[in-house]
């Protein structure tokens, strides 16, 4: 079982990791900065907050999403990375 802040999704045979963010905008700049790539800007999710799809400089494939209040309540390691 993956932890609360990794989940996996069926992509084509393989699986994209996501990993939590406390500022999804500013992981994106941080990743630019070292060389990876944005597949997707960080875009505002209903339900989620805002999300971005990455490229490491490699090209391994990963997400950062920064969850909404509600879903940071529920889970305690979220919460502690939305109150940094």
Do not use: H
């Amino acid at each position: 079982m993956l932890g609360p802040t990794t989940w996996a999704v069926e992509k084509r045979g393989s699986s994209t990791v996501k990993f939590a963010a406390a500022d999804a905008d500013d992981t994106v700049s941080a990743v630019e900065d070292n060389g990876g790539s944005v597949l997707m800007p960080a875009a505002d999710v209903p339900d989620v907050d805002r999300i971005a799809w990455m490229a490491d400089p490699y090209g391994a494939e990963f997400a950062v999403l920064k969850p909404n209040p509600r879903q940071s309540q529920q889970c305690p390691i979220i919460g502690a990375l939305s109150s940094s």
